[in-house]
């Protein structure tokens, strides 16, 4: 009997075609990482940015800017992530 957790058109791949698939989802998992890590980074430079865009004179906001930057960087990532990883049924801790 078929496993009716993968779905249908998995079900008859072959072997290269998995190894394709798992690679994909890897390179998913790997991306959700990288947007968990950038959410980080970004909720950290939060703090300076706020200071950063109080102190600085006109439109010189390095940190700022560091920060959109960090945050559409997960953002990017995490729909990358997302794309990459669909049709998984598994948790991948690797």
Known sequence: MANMLIPVEERNL???????????R????LFLTLCVQCLIVAALVTLWAGQDW??????????VYWDALMFVAALVFGIAGIRLR?????????
């Open 86 to 94: 669909r049709g998984t049924t598994e948790f991948i801790s690797y």
């Open 54 to 63: 109080t102190l600085s004179p006109g439109w010189m906001h390095p940190m």
């Open 14 to 24: 072959t072997p290269e075609q998995v190894e394709l698939l798992d690679r994909r």
């Open 26 to 29: 890897r390179r998913g998992q």
